[in-house]
């Protein structure tokens, strides 16, 4: 099974600063398609997951253009430009290349 | 708009079975994949099981293989959740999740299973 490996587990951040997390998978995720199926989802507290990124750098519909993703092959990174209080809550990354789809352990964001 | 509603949470005691459900509107359901994820309190996420458009292929992750059965109705656009023999290990939020290749682009907002004695 793949293993996806989030970094760092906790993310204090100052509003209006950048945030940056990682994301290691143990399998390269390009499939047979060519395509990466690396996704990253939000969590809010007390809320469902939603889609944010969508293989490694496509924001879903209605995601602020201050997130961003990149990376390639196994080593990915999902960045928020200028922090704001709404982005507070667990950040996972999902890998959809292999089954069972799986996700990374989660990062908490929260304001210093 | 894409909709998803989970309902059939609960109380189960160790050993107990529960069925789980999943409304869709808003978009062809048929047409599309679908999944059970869930999340332990206070942990992360975990993929259950998937069912392709047409119910002819499931998969399962091996700790639910044998106890929870992934199934649809098209004519009712709804997805279930089938679980026995349950474990305190199983208790859970699970979320119904609509697929697209190689990513969930829409959630449920979930139900509650506790299975305690």
């Known amino acids: 099974d793949v293993v996806m490996t989030q970094s760092p587990l906790s993310l204090p951040v100052t509003l209006g600063q950048p945030a940056s997390i990682s994301c290691r998978s143990s399998h390269s995720l390009v499939y047979s398609d060519g395509n990466t199926y690396l996704n990253w989802f939000q969590q809010r507290p007390g809320q469902s997951p939603r889609r944010l990124i969508y293989?490694?750098?496509n924001r879903a519909s209605g995601v602020p253009d201050r997130f961003s993703g990149s990376g390639s092959g196994t080593d990915f990174t999902l960045k928020i430009s200028r922090v704001e209080a709404e982005d507070v809550g667990v950040y996972y990354c999902m890998q959809g290349a292999h089954w069972p789809l799986s996700f990374g352990g989660g990062t908490q964001v929260e304001i210093k | 708009e894409v909709q998803l509603v989970e309902s059939g949470g609960g109380l189960v005691q160790p050993g107990g079975s529960l069925r789980l459900s999943c409304a869709a509107s808003g978009f062809t359901f048929s047409s599309y994949w679908m999944s059970w994820v869930r999340q332990a309190p206070g942990k992360g996420l975990e993929w259950v099981a998937n069912?392709?458009?047409?119910?002819?292929?499931?998969y399962y992750v091996d700790s639910v293989k044998g106890r929870f059965t992934i199934s649809r109705d098209n004519a009712k656009n709804s997805l279930y959740l089938q679980m026995n023999s349950l474990r305190a290990e199983d208790t859970a939020v699970y979320y119904c999740?609509?697929?697209?290749?190689?990513?969930?682009?829409?959630w449920g907002q979930g139900t509650l299973v506790t299975v305690s004695s």
């Open positions: 999740a609509r697929l697209i290749t190689g990513d969930a682009d829409y």
């Open positions: 293989k490694v750098s």
């Open positions: 069912i392709k458009q047409d119910g002819s292929a499931t």
